[in-house]
């Protein structure tokens, strides 16, 4: 079955960088879509940034546009996030997920049904 690892996350100060890493296994279709979400106290899970294993568009959310990168390795079983220019807003559990489907344009949370377990990231 779908395993997901999410490793990478920690403390840094604003402005800073770091890069989350989710490493997939048990995938059986051709292509499926991940994706990066985060979730912070008391608010919503937010699509993050997106991007099919198959090749295609990626899809970022407006809050990060220009900051984070989302990109896989040439096998298309891990998934990263390069996180520039880091601000404090950015805090909050990081996860990956999956769905054997192509990336959608909005990033929603119920299109998704492979979960990590999360990463938490913390931006001061």
């Known amino acids: 079955h779908v395993q997901l690892v999410e490793s990478g996350g920690g403390s840094v100060q604003a402005g800073g960088s770091l890069r989350l890493s989710c490493r997939a296994s048990?995938?059986?279709?051709?292509?499926?879509?991940m994706a990066w979400f985060r979730q912070a106290p008391g608010k919503e899970r937010e699509g993050v940034a997106a991007?099919?294993?198959?090749?295609?568009?990626?899809y970022y959310a407006d809050s990060v546009k220009g900051r984070f990168t989302v990109s896989q390795n040439n096998a298309g079983n891990t998934l990263y996030l390069q996180m520039n220019s880091l601000k404090p807003e950015d805090t909050a559990m990081y996860y990956c997920?999956?769905?054997?489907?192509?990336?959608?344009?909005?990033?929603?949370?119920?299109?998704?049904?492979?979960w990590g377990q999360g990463t938490q990231v913390t931006v001061s």
């Open positions: 997920a999956a769905v054997p489907a192509s990336c959608l344009r909005f990033i929603r949370s119920g299109d998704f049904g492979y």
């Open positions: 048990g995938f059986t279709y051709r292509n499926y879509c």
């Open positions: 991007t099919s294993t198959g090749g295609g568009r990626t």
